[in-house]
């Protein structure tokens, strides 16, 4: 069984391959379902592979516990062109911005990613409640066995002890306030600006909060259903509109964020010229956090428009980083703990099957000296007679085999036997 995690994220790939290798959230459970048919096309017959997918808008990766032959390497190809084939890309083209983490690199990973140490903004806390939830999308697609269930207990209950020991999140910039210091360098009072927000995830919510701290001029929610877009503007006082009514009301905004879910580009380049035009070509800032992108990357040529994607606001971000430091110290030392206790668990479950082996041959044994003993007491032998014989009997089979072993081995292989016996049946010397 090897262990592995392929995937791409922000330091590794742009935002076009990004887009393009990101699963939806309601394909999550058919993606999962497809990897795990994927694995058992190249893995022996009978064999049961995991599987769970983490797709955020700075990453896409595949966690998997594979029985596909051939080592390690072979197991890292097979998923990576899983990936490849899923999304109709050809291997060549992505492979060169893969991570491939096989074991302990891939806890190591799932441990740093779950406590904040490879996102973005470092310590932003918003990707532990995305991974919990691409667990609970592969738990529910029956992606998850006995290895990542483990794991990913294991991750969450090391991420919760980063957060609870160290101030790793103390100082965090999340996405959301760069986005609106951001704004600020284009409108020196947002509460005199109209602020809209396409979506209304998890991601808007907290986007909207940080706004609504400003005090806009109006806040607006655009969604596709109406009802969910009106219960989110209720909470910051502000209002919704559809999403097909974008095209006729954008211009009246002056600050626009968007973040959906959708696999297709919601603002193309006219929609946005024509609003300009109406708008008297008085600025407009739009933030497109959304992996596909919502906002067609030709806006950013316009001259009244100010464009930032999720990599913009990243660069934005890092001038926090050197006061959380010391907190990723002591972070990364608690990880690797972790990952040598889960690893020690991972060895142990390697010699299952043999200890599972040796207590079916030893109940063998001591049935069939048991029925030999009964036989004989039937018989009306004398009890103390067929004890004796019934415990000679079991130490005699039990002992065969190592006994067998070293008479049969030779040289170093003798040595290593001569000095492991002793211990395994506790024996002075």
Not at 228 to 245: K, M, P, T, V
Not at 366 to 386: I, N, P, S, T
Not at 401 to 407: D, K, R, S, W
Request: glycine letters at 6%; one cysteine or more.
């Amino acid at each position: 069984m090897q262990l592995l995690t392929v995937g791409l994220n922000h330091t590794t790939a742009p935002v076009a391959l990004r887009e393009k290798v990101a699963f939806p959230a309601d394909q999550i459970g058919h993606a999962v379902a497809a990897a795990r048919a994927w694995f058992a096309r190249h893995a022996p017959a009978g064999s049961t592979d995991e599987a769970a997918i983490l797709s955020t808008c700075n990453r896409t990766e595949l966690y998997a516990a594979s029985h596909v032959p051939g080592g390690v390497e072979a197991a890292i190809d097979t998923t990576a062109q899983f990936l490849a084939e899923y999304h109709n890309l050809s291997y060549s083209e992505l492979r060169p911005y893969l991570y491939t983490l096989p074991q302990d690199n891939a806890v190591r990973h799932a441990f740093r990613v779950a406590s904040g140490l490879d996102s973005m903004v470092l310590g932003e806390a918003q990707i532990l409640g995305q991974m919990k939830e691409a667990v609970r999308r592969a738990e529910a697609a029956g992606g998850l066995g006995t290895y990542l269930h483990q794991m990913f207990q294991r991750t969450f209950a090391v991420a919760k002890e980063v957060r609870t020991t160290t101030e790793i999140g103390a100082h965090s910039v999340s996405m959301a306030a760069a986005a609106v210091r951001l704004s600020q360098r284009i409108f020196d009072k947002i509460s005199e600006q109209n602020v809209l927000f396409i979506g209304a995830g998890e991601m808007i919510e907290l986007c909207a909060t940080h706004f609504a701290a400003q005090n806009p001029k109006t806040l607006t929610i655009a969604n596709r259903t109406l009802e969910r877009g009106e219960s989110l503007a209720h909470r910051f006082n502000g209002q919704a509109i559809r999403l097909g009514d974008l095209p006729e009301q954008l211009a009246q905004f002056d600050i626009v964020v968007s973040s959906t879910a959708s696999s297709l580009p919601i603002i193309g380049l006219g929609m946005v010229e024509r609003a300009i035009k109406a708008r008297r070509h008085k600025p407009m800032f739009m933030v497109d956090l959304a992996v596909p992108r919502d906002i067609e990357s030709e806006v950013g040529r316009l001259d009244d428009v100010f464009l930032y994607t999720v990599d913009d606001l990243g660069t934005a971000v890092q001038a926090g980083i050197e006061n959380r430091q010391a907190a990723v110290a002591q972070a990364e030392a608690i990880i690797e703990n972790r990952v040598q206790s889960f690893m020690h668990w991972l060895d142990t479950r390697a010699v299952v099957p043999v200890i599972r082996d040796l207590h079916e041959s030893s109940e063998s044994m001591r049935l069939a000296e048991l029925e030999r003993a009964r036989k004989l007491l039937a018989k009306g032998e004398d009890v103390d007679a067929v004890l004796e014989a019934l415990s000679r009997g079991i130490t005699a089979k039990f002992l065969h085999g190592p006994q067998q072993a070293l008479h049969n081995a030779q040289g170093d292989e003798r040595a290593r036997l001569a000095a492991l016996l002793p211990q395994l049946f506790r024996t002075k010397r």
